[in-house]
């Protein structure tokens, strides 16, 4: 069963919280979850869910908040889910946010899909955990549910400069001992051991404006959006994650297919198996980007066929002149002319 991944964004948010409001050393704490500190770097990057489980965990023992993901989502900022807050930030309306939210969610989390209905004047916004992938949520859901929920409250105000009051909350998962801070937050009751995870509001909310809209940026940003959207529907294979990758580390040194399973969370046998079932291998993954990544630098006419040789990792121009005869039959010189 194929495993829900999330966002390393998601991920940098949560140490760089843990670090400014509570002194955590964030490279120790990446250290004790197991995270590739260059990983943070790659914000279109993903990790699994027991990677993401795994940093919960930490995060609210090394803080000693029991509540860490409310606090979390109160300080939440759009800019953390990249194109997606973008699109967010240049809808008209509140309604239109919570349609663009369900849309596009998965870009930063496949663990959860939101989406929305009214009913007799309330909306009813709710998250269904994933079910179908191998995903931490199932049994774990406190802290990201209770932290989007908080951030959707954040993010009303951000976006419309109103504050969003429901009139009920439904958690999934069982009552803590302690729900001042819930009800701090919510203002309204709060309900656990739910059949939904479920946010319920005045459906007047919808007609809110959302104070940066602007209808051609949100064209661009949702174009964009969407073309994500496309790719991920391929990123279910390896081989997609496997080009990603190499794409992201070949900038004058091959990386090892250690390196690469490494940042897929995987072994490198699991993910030797996985390309086997795919019918390539990380060699033939490997020659064939550097080839596109070969045909694509040559097109830029400031770049010499020295330059692209040091940026596909070759030792020496005369080993890149032979692979690159070997890929299309002739010469790096001969195809440019």
């Not at 699994?48 to 995060?59: C, F, K, M, N, V």
């Not at 929305?116 to 269904?128: A, F, I, M, T």
């Not at 009051?165 to 009800?183: L, T």
């Not at 980007?289 to 070969?294: G, I, P, S």
Request: hydrophobic share 40%.
């Amino acid at each position: 069963m194929k495993e829900a991944t999330f966002s390393i964004s998601l991920i940098r948010n949560s140490l760089q919280y843990a670090a400014a409001t509570h002194g955590i050393d964030t490279n120790r704490l990446c250290a004790t979850v197991g995270i590739d500190p260059s990983l943070l770097t790659m914000p279109d990057s993903y990790v699994s869910g027991e990677t993401s489980r795994a940093l919960w965990r930490e995060i609210v023992k090394q803080t000693g908040d029991s509540n860490i993901g409310l606090h979390m989502g109160e300080k939440f900022n759009l800019a953390v889910i990249g194109i997606v807050g973008y699109v967010l930030f240049n809808c008209q309306t509140f309604g239109q946010v919570l349609e663009k939210l369900s849309r596009y969610m998965c870009l930063f989390s496949q663990g959860v899909s939101m989406h929305y209905s009214v009913s007799r004047g309330q909306v009813l916004c709710e998250w269904e955990i994933v079910s179908h992938l191998k995903n931490y949520l199932v049994e774990e859901p406190r802290q990201p549910i209770e932290a989007s929920f908080s951030a959707l409250l954040t993010a009303a105000t951000t976006l419309t400069g109103k504050s969003l009051c429901p009139g009920e909350v439904w958690f999934q998962h069982p009552r803590p001992d302690n729900i001042s801070e819930h009800q701090r937050i919510f203002r309204t009751p709060v309900h656990f051991s739910q059949p939904k995870n479920r946010l319920a509001f005045d459906a007047a909310c919808l007609e809110w404006s959302v104070i940066s809209a602007n209808p051609s940026l949100l064209l661009a940003f949702e174009q964009h959006a969407q073309t994500m959207l496309f790719n991920l529907s391929n990123e279910d294979t390896y081989s997609y994650q496997v080009v990603r990758e190499i794409t992201h580390n070949l900038k004058g040194e091959v990386p090892s297919i250690e390196v690469i399973a490494r940042s897929l969370t995987v072994s490198v046998r699991n993910l030797q198996r996985e390309l086997q079932t795919e019918g390539t291998s990380y060699q033939q993954l490997l020659d064939e980007t550097r080839k596109e990544l070969a045909l694509r630098y040559l097109k830029k006419p400031d770049t010499s066929i020295h330059d692209v040789a040091f940026l596909l990792g070759f030792s020496e121009p005369s080993a890149f002149h032979r692979a690159f005869k070997r890929w299309t039959g002739q010469t790096p010189r001969a195809y440019l002319k």
